[in-house]
Nanobody, 116 residues
């Protein structure tokens, strides 16, 4: 059983930055991919960014150029650097670990609120 714990959320003004962290209880290098999702009230959960075992990254069009996903295998931690935040980025952000086999693991989420 793998546990994921997100941190780093908070209330910021538009244009500011936040860095989210996702600490895993297991070796993230063993997962096929790690990802960040977000869910705003009344909306479906959507993919924000993902990073594969080899380091390849993928971003939602809405965050390209502003967000950066990275991983530190030694710390078993995945990060999401969020710059130039907009009110539309307000959501609960979730970390997901995708194993090679079996079910995905999710964290409990961290709230990000961007005021205009």
């Amino acid at each position: 059983q793998v546990q994921l714990v997100e941190s780093g959320g908070g209330l910021v003004q538009a244009g500011e930055s936040l860095r989210l962290s996702c600490a895993a209880s297991g070796r993230i290098s063993s997962f096929n991919a790690m990802a960040w999702y977000r869910q705003a009230p009344g909306n479906r959960r959507e993919l924000v960014a993902s990073i594969g075992r080899g380091g390849s990254t993928n971003y939602a069009d809405s965050v390209k150029g502003r967000f950066t996903i990275s991983r530190d295998n030694a710390k078993n931690t995945v990060y999401l650097q969020m710059n130039s935040l907009k009110p539309g980025d307000t959501a609960v952000y979730y970390c997901k670990a995708v194993p090679i086999l079996g079910i995905d693991y999710w964290g409990q989420g961290t709230q990000v609120t961007v005021s205009s």
